[in-house]
């Protein structure tokens, strides 16, 4: 990458020949020329641009194929074949052993399935066709997958690939943002970064929200930089229809980003004072349309003819979004959930907050590996462009990346709610950025003797972090953390001395810096993509990186809560968790044993023991009796946050006659659920919506159900409202209604309770 000095007026670095103030730009932010890395910035025109001349009339145009391999003019030949080949890279590697994910998480698979079969229930996000319910989340990012599945059927691509798509849209999408200001270069190592990632690896495989949630609040990012360049309305605009398309993927999270990037906005747009505000507002106005229209039509849709919102008490989206999907993850206090964890650096449910809780053991391996490199390298360009105008374009992408990041980053840290490891791929794409950027700029600067210093010692940091987080997996390629802090150590000395070496030896101090920082995270990566996920709670990385408390989480389980909450990642055989839990088999290709233990690397096909010891051991809530357990059920129903394994038997059971019934059969939580319609194609009523504790149906609409002959059987087990749950609880209620009043059927170690065939005594 050459250096260019940048006199275009009304740029993105806002300077005019020698340092003159551009067009919009008050004089009293000038104070000195622009930093000049990177090709210049488009300029501003004073008048419209006008076409190309056509062919003929100038140079004739080159054909689309050439084009399209060639990339721009100004850049390096090397430029756009090397993104394709990062683009083709990242899918192969995301595809690869795509299905042994099998439905992966069977919540979100179950309302695609209905998604694909109704569009009433595409529309809401229903976890079945007859819509008796919805997903705690708003639907979007459920279409793409439903669409799928409407196009080409049920499986585990047709669920899967669309995320796979939304993960390599992402890597480009970041490597645009970064190649307009600093260069190809920059965007191929921040694309690297980001698709390296093991969490990334894991969550762009996943059919969780969090994907298109990262691919949008990548886009917003990209467009607010488009629009610090050359102050546009239109890219304000395209940013808060981002954002609002990201809340209807996973509601409040996708506002964490917003005040920095409005505040940078408000401060350094190239345009007038005046201007930049009408923009924002405009901004705001696209935001609330793009995400509202859905909001609305649920709010004012007629609640006795649409589903239950799932995850509220009051059957209201905005209680949902301001309550347990919004203010109750971050103060802990979520109404109908599995509770909260602890706050200001205590230890809660959910894990210990605090400032260093990306780095601990629970979440550190997931995201962590570049990103002490990534502060030192924010820290370093914040310093390099202190002088510059108000409107650099340098500075204002290190201010937005950033702010995205530490935004992100502090509220994760912080938030004593439910927090799940996977939640950080959020912090993905700003890392991969920040490091792209810093990495970038610093080296055009590396005749600088504190410049190459700061290299060294972002390099310095990668490796000795790296080192950490490896020896925390001592058994996974124990010889590697050696190579990472050995290479890296070397990269960083060579670094110091950079310009005393030929530049042959400078690319290869360069190349072996980046190698060792990488090694580490695409080791993590690869055991990921090894490996296939499923369930709730899912962890990248190979068995142990992760160390999570919460319901199921890998490892020890949530701290003084539910039982068998050991991470079982290699056999999947049921035995491991089912002795101290009520036992559970796995979903398609995936195992689980006992409840709620992580499923993560298992390739569970046997069921555990019902057990009635664990919850009482553990400290969690009771297990059931066999064939009636509380949580974990016994007799092959689901967990809380695994779902069932459903033999022939009780598929064939289930599926006789179903077409006379509005919903085959009813059970308590909604992974339990899901199993059984994922393995039917029949609706399969969730009772309680995910964790069974969900207010619907109410036992007297259950009652009426049944009496109307719209369920067929009541599956025993599942969720926390069942068997030995609560005993006030709406499910338990209508668990104790149907086990005294129906006749009992047991199909190999499942019960079943037939719904149209009551008991003499009743």
């Not at 499986?155 to 970041?174: F, K, N, Q, R």
């Not at 629970?362 to 820290?379: K, M, N, R």
């Not at 259950?702 to 409202?721: A, L, N, P």
């Amino acid at each position: 990458m050459t250096t260019q000095p940048d006199t275009s007026t009304g740029n993105g670095t806002g300077t005019s020949g020698a340092g003159d103030p551009s067009p919009g730009t008050d004089a009293r932010f000038a104070t000195s020329p622009a930093p000049s890395w990177g090709p210049p910035a488009p300029t501003l025109p004073s008048e419209p641009v006008r076409p190309a001349a056509a062919p003929g009339a100038g140079e004739p145009a080159r054909p689309f194929l050439h084009r399209a391999w060639r990339g721009r003019p100004e850049d390096p030949r090397w430029a756009r074949p090397a993104f394709l080949a990062l683009l083709l890279a990242t899918t192969v590697l995301y595809l690869y052993g795509l299905s042994a994910s099998g439905y992966a998480n069977s919540f979100y698979s179950a309302a695609v399935q209905a998604g694909s079969q109704s569009w009433k229930a595409f529309f809401f996000g229903s976890l079945d066709s007859a819509n008796a319910i919805t997903v705690d989340k708003p639907p979007a990012s459920l279409w793409p997958m439903a669409l799928s599945v409407r196009i080409f059927g049920l499986s585990s691509w047709a669920i899967l690939v669309p995320e796979v798509l939304m993960g390599v849209a992402t890597v480009g999408v970041l490597y645009a943002a970064l190649r307009r200001r600093f260069g190809p270069a920059a965007g191929l190592i921040a694309g690297a970064v980001l698709a390296l990632t093991p969490v990334a690896a894991l969550m762009f495989r996943f059919n969780n929200p969090d994907a298109m949630l990262a691919l949008l609040m990548t886009v917003t990012v990209y467009c607010v930089i488009r629009g610090l360049e050359d102050g546009r309305t239109k890219w304000l605009v395209w940013a808060g229809v981002a954002v609002g398309f990201a809340f209807l993927a996973k509601t409040l999270q996708a506002f964490l980003i917003l005040p920095p990037l409005a505040v940078l906005y408000a401060v350094c747009a190239p345009v007038s004072l005046r201007k930049r505000f009408a923009q924002i507002g405009l901004s705001a106005g696209a935001m609330v349309v793009a995400g509202g229209w859905w909001v609305a039509i649920v709010e004012l849709w007629p609640a006795s003819s649409r589903p239950y919102i799932g995850g509220s008490q009051n059957n209201s989206f905005l209680e949902l979004t301001f309550g347990y999907n919004g203010l109750g993850r971050i103060n802990g206090d979520e109404t109908g959930s599995v509770g909260g964890g602890g706050g200001g650096g205590g230890t809660g449910q959910w894990g210990e907050t605090g400032w260093n809780r990306m780095f601990n053991s629970e979440i550190g391996s997931q995201i962590s590996w570049l990103l002490p490199a990534a502060l030192i390298l924010l820290v370093a360009g914040l310093v390099l462009t202190r002088k510059a105008n108000r409107t650099d374009l340098t500075r204002g992408s290190f201010l937005a990346w950033g702010g995205a990041l530490l935004m992100t980053a502090l509220v994760f840290s912080y938030m004593a709610g439910i927090f799940h490891q996977y939640y950080t791929v959020a912090l993905a794409p700003y890392i991969a950025a920040v490091v792209g950027m810093g990495a970038t700029v610093l080296w055009e600067e590396r005749s600088r003797v504190w410049a190459s210093l700061t290299l060294a010692g972002a390099a310095t940091a990668s490796a000795a972090w790296g080192y950490v987080l490896l020896d925390r997996t001592s058994d996974h390629l124990p010889w590697l953390k050696w190579l990472v802090l050995v290479g890296g150590l070397t990269g960083a000395l060579g670094l110091i001395f950079v310009t005393r070496l030929g530049r042959r030896l400078a690319l290869a101090t360069a190349a072996l810096s980046c190698a060792a920082a990488i090694a580490g995270p695409t080791a993590y990566t690869l055991s990921t993509v090894n490996t296939g996920h499923s369930g709730s709670i899912v962890t990248a990385g190979p068995s142990g990186a992760s160390t999570m408390g919460g319901p199921g989480g890998g490892g020890g389980g949530m701290r003084g809560g539910f039982p068998g909450g050991g991470q079982n990642q290699q056999n999947g055989n049921g035995a491991q968790n089912g002795q101290q839990g009520g036992g559970t088999g796995g979903p398609p290709t995936g195992g689980t044993g006992g409840f709620p233990g992580q499923n993560q690397q298992g390739n569970g096909n046997t069921q555990g023991n019902g057990g009635t010891r664990g919850g009482n051991q553990q400290g969690g809530m009771p297990g059931g009796g066999p064939g009636e357990g509380g949580m974990g059920g016994g007799g092959g129903a689901g967990g809380l946050l695994n779902g069932a394994n459903v033999g022939s038997a009780a598929k064939a059971l289930l599926s006789k006659n179903a077409g006379d019934y509005t919903w085959a059969a009813a059970a308590i939580g909604s992974q339990n659920s899901a199993s059984y319609q994922l393995a039917t194609g029949k609706p399969v009523m969730a009772i309680g919506g995910f964790n069974g504790t969900d207010p619907s149906p109410t036992l007297a609409q259950f009652k009426k159900y049944v009496t109307d002959g719209k369920i067929h059987y009541f599956i025993s087990g599942g969720g926390m409202g069942g068997g030995g749950g609560a005993s006030s609880s709406t499910s338990s209620r209508i668990s104790s209604w149907v086990t005294a009043n129906f006749k009992k059927v047991t199909v190999g170690s499942a019960t079943f309770y037939d719904l149209t065939q009551p008991t003499s005594s009743s």
